[in-house]
Every structure is written in C-alpha cells, then in structure tokens.
C-alpha cells in the first residue's frame, strides 16, 4: 500500500503564491504519473496538472502559465508551485499517484486545503 502525504496548504491573498509537496510512503517502487487534482465547494474533483516519469507534463487551462509541477529531489515526490494565484483556485488540491499503465494502482493523499482571498 502506497500513501501520499501532502504539505503546503494555506491562506495566501490573491496574487500571492504558494508550493504544494507531496511524498510517497513507498521508495522501492515506481510510481509513473503523478499529479494534483483539486476540489472546490460543490464542485467535482478536478485535475490541475501532472507529471509523468520521463517529466512530461500537462495542465489544466485554468492553471497554464501559473502553476508548474515538477518532481521533488526525493523519490516519489512531487511539487506544485502555485503563483498569481485567483480566488477561483481556491479548493482541496489532493496528490494522486498512478501505478502501472493497463493495470492500473491509483493512490491519493487526504488532501490540504487552499484558500485564496480576493
């Protein structure tokens, strides 16, 4: 079993920044997609970006050109670096792992909260 522990939430003001991390529990194994989704009130769960093993990487438009994702120092460990951040960011921003590429092993972390003030 594989958890994902994020860290970096906060409260920023609008414009300001901050920096997700998220760290797998597992070293041993591969984990070849990583990304982060995030949840905001009444809304479905959504992706932000991602980064796959080789360090392709896609965002959401919403974030494109604000937001850059990237794989931590550590093994299994990823970022999110969130500048010029909106009030519309705000949200539960999950670390998610993918596993495999048919069969597939998906984990999540329990989430941390991001709440940008206008």
């Known amino acids: 079993q594989v958890q994902l522990v994020e860290s970096g939430g906060g409260l920023v003001q609008a414009g300001g920044s901050l920096r997700l991390s998220c760290a797998a529990s597992a070293t041993r194994i591969n984990i070849d997609v990583m990304g982060w989704y995030r949840q905001a009130p009444g809304k479905q769960r959504e992706l932000v970006a991602r980064?796959?093993?080789?360090?392709?990487?896609y965002y959401a438009d919403s974030v494109q050109g604000r937001f850059t994702i990237s794989r931590g120092g550590a093994k299994n460990t990823v970022d999110l670096q969130m500048n010029s951040l909106k009030p519309e960011d705000t949200g539960v921003y999950y670390c998610?792992?993918?596993?495999?590429?048919?069969?597939?092993?998906?984990?999540w972390g329990q989430g941390t909260q991001v709440t940008v003030s206008s």
């Open positions: 980064i796959t093993s080789d360090g392709s990487t």
């Open positions: 998610n792992g993918i596993i495999g590429a048919i069969s597939q092993r998906i984990y």
